[in-house]
């Protein structure tokens, strides 16, 4: 995840690593604590880990230190989700929507159970962003999870990676599997092409906080 002017990432054995942008250099905070980490969000000032085992915490990017929030394992059942602001969105396997306040681990149940397909979510703008299986996208707010069908039923099946600008604009930016780079107007559902095919062997796609996108291959 971008927070700032740099890129987090955990490697396999646990280390975390801070990346600056601007330069490439990177170094590893803190001892080697994130290999079970399956998720994570950048919030504020500070970064969020999920752990396979459903616990959640907040980690300070100065030192790597970490810190629970809320109660272990609470998140188990966790399968995407994203940070906006003091709160964490969350989509659990059975289809449930989540709320989770940041600051005090409290969490409430949004909306009804109709999140089953949904494999991922971004925050964008002040709404979030929803890809179904089978490739339909969706707009929601996330006060209640009401929804708007963008696009055609679908029209997002061969997606490979996607990112939002988060709270900077309105797109939602999606590579498909034959390397092409989709630009989306989460108001309208309207997209097109940017510059070549040559994305086909991007793995992740990320905001990068100043008006660009990071992608690594």
């Not at 001892?31 to 980690?59: C, M, P, Q």
Request: charged share 25%; hydrophobic share 30%.
């Amino acid at each position: 995840v971008v927070l700032g002017s740099a890129f987090y990432t955990v490697e396999p054995d646990g280390t975390l690593y801070a990346t600056a942008l601007k330069t490439g250099k990177y170094k590893a905070l803190g001892d080697k604590h994130f290999a079970n980490t399956k998720f994570l969000w950048a919030s504020e000032n500070d970064l969020v880990s999920l752990e396979t085992d459903g616990s959640l915490y907040r980690i300070n990017t100065f030192d790597g230190s970490w810190k629970s929030i809320g109660k272990k394992g609470e998140w188990k059942g966790t399968k995407t989700g994203d940070t906006m602001g003091k709160y964490l969105y969350t989509i659990e396997g059975d289809g449930k929507f989540y709320r989770t306040d940041l600051r005090t681990g409290s969490w409430e149940q949004t909306g009804k159970q109709e999140w089953k397909d949904t494999f991922y979510i971004a925050a964008c703008w002040d709404f979030l962003a929803a890809l179904e299986k089978g490739g339909t996208l969706y707009r929601v707010n996330p006060k209640d999870t009401s929804y708007d069908q963008l696009g055609k039923k679908g029209e997002w099946d061969n997606t490979i990676a996607a990112a939002t600008m988060g709270d900077s604009g309105k797109m939602l930016f999606t590579v498909e599997s034959d390397g092409t780079l989709f630009k989306t107007d989460m108001l309208t559902g309207k997209y097109i092409s940017i510059g070549k095919k040559e994305y086909q062997n991007t793995r992740m796609m990320f905001r990068a906080g100043d008006g660009r996108l990071l992608t690594l291959e």
